[in-house]
């Protein structure tokens, strides 16, 4: 029988619209904003600011409006994103994986399964992730196993690397592969038996993401929590295109609050160059140059932001091959522009803001560890390779997933 994971801290708001959902982003990400930089420094994971996140309503609004959620369009959705990451671009990374395995049910969710997680997400559950693995011949092989049994359920045993968020997750979606070899989806309580958790992640950015180990050991799962997530690629699709627009969101975020950040040190913090002629640092015509060359690179990466989850939204009205693949490729290009600007942005943040950011107790670096971390989760080259070859020649990316 399927019983809900343990409750959240906090009843959850239920959202009711697009324009509701952005303004509880906005003033959610001023909140997370404050203590962002120790939170980092201590690397003190962010249990009441998910909690606050929980009881938001904002991890429910992609529900179907026939299950009562919001069910906001994709722009929506990543700006909210990109609010979220401009202010802490880990507690945004966590629930990135949420959205991805609330797609996945409505994509291939039972009816069944349907109502009992989307009522699971809109009070305040979250879905975590172990999908990753470490130590195979590639990132994309997956040796963790769902075997059936005699009774019809199921067995799950492996283990996960890099599990942003299990462990301040209420469920854990895994992915697998059963006796056919078939991509699955299983649902897992984070409590349940066979589970372990381990907060062993120590990257040098996004360090308070929770993005550490998960053990599988002969966990028992019920048939009506396994999800055929391997139907997804027999078809046209957006959950790769999905999956890595959120991605983009965060780097786009990141660079957002690098550029905040960089113009508000400069302004109280920062003295003029001596040649400047002039009474402070925010007057000085090269830095101000400077910060006009940089904002133009962030508003460049929101527009291409824009225009991904606007190309999913219309993919998504009218699906086919040809929708779908214009969606990825608009992603992959918001994507691979975004990882340069955040990585830029995180950088240039001390040559506009000079000697005095580099102090330790600024913590100013924590936006280039964050985004030369995040962007690390799959490499650019190869959408800059997808793209070239769809403009060039009109070829379909592949159906994997991964753009």
């Given amino acids: 029988m399927t019983v809900p994971a343990q409750a959240p801290a906090r009843a959850a708001h239920v959202v009711g619209d697009d324009a509701e959902a952005l ?21 003190a994971l962010p249990h009441a600011e998910l909690d606050e996140l929980s009881a938001s309503g904002l991890l429910g609004i992609t529900v179907p409006r ?19 990451a401009a202010a802490d671009p880990n507690i945004a990374q966590i629930p990135q994986s949420h959205f991805v395995y609330v797609n996945v049910l409505r994509e291939n969710g039972t009816q069944h399964q349907r109502r009992f997680f989307f009522s699971e997400v809109l009070a305040g559950r979250r879905f975590g992730n172990a999908q990753a693995e470490a130590g195979s011949r590639t990132a994309q092989e997956i040796r963790t196993r769902l075997e059936s049994t005699e009774d019809g359920q199921f067995v ?35 409590e349940a038996d066979g589970v372990t958790v381990v907060d062993d992640w120590a990257g040098m950015g996004q360090r308070t ?18 999800v055929a997530h391997h139907r997804t690629f027999d078809r046209p699709q957006l959950h790769g295109a ?26 109280t913090r920062s003295r003029p160059w001596g040649e400047a002629g002039v009474d402070s640092a925010a007057e000085d015509p090269l830095t101000v140059q400077r910060f006009g060359e940089l904002a133009v690179r962030v508003r460049a ?38 990882d340069g600007a955040a990585v830029e942005l995180g950088s240039a943040l001390f040559e ?7 102090h330790a107790e600024t913590n100013l670096h924590r936006h280039w560890r964050n985004a030369r971390t995040h962007t690390l989760h799959d490499p650019v080259r190869w959408k800059i ?10 070829t379909h990316p592949p159906r994997n997933g991964q753009i």
């Fill in 385 to 394: 390779q997808h793209i070239g070859r769809y403009a060039l020649n009109g």
């Fill in 242 to 267: 999905l999956a890595q627009a959120l991605h983009a969101a965060i780097d786009v975020g990141i660079a957002s609050g690098a550029l905040a950040d960089a113009a508000e040190f400069v302004r």
């Fill in 23 to 43: 303004e509880i982003a906005a003033r959610l990400a001023e909140r997370f904003a404050t203590g962002a930089a120790d939170r980092d420094l201590r690397r």
């Fill in 66 to 84: 026939e299950h009562r959620g919001a069910d906001v369009g994709t722009r929506t959705l990543l700006e909210v994103f990109r609010r979220i």
């Fill in 156 to 190: 799950l045993s492996g283990k996960k690397a890099y599990s942003t968020g299990a462990l301040l997750a209420h469920w854990i979606p895994v992915l697998a592969k059963d006796e056919q070899d078939r991509l699955q989806v299983a649902y897992v309580p984070r």
């Fill in 352 to 358: 506009v803001a000079g000697t005095r950011a580099s």
């Fill in 301 to 338: 990466a929101e527009a291409l932001l824009d225009k991904a989850g606007e190309a999913i939204d219309e993919a998504r009205a009218d699906l086919d091959d040809d929708s779908a693949a214009a969606a990825s490729i608009a992603v992959a290009t918001a994507k691979a522009y975004a």
């Fill in 209 to 226: 993401t929770a993005s550490g180990t998960v053990e599988l050991d002969g966990v028992r799962v019920p048939a009506d929590r396994v």
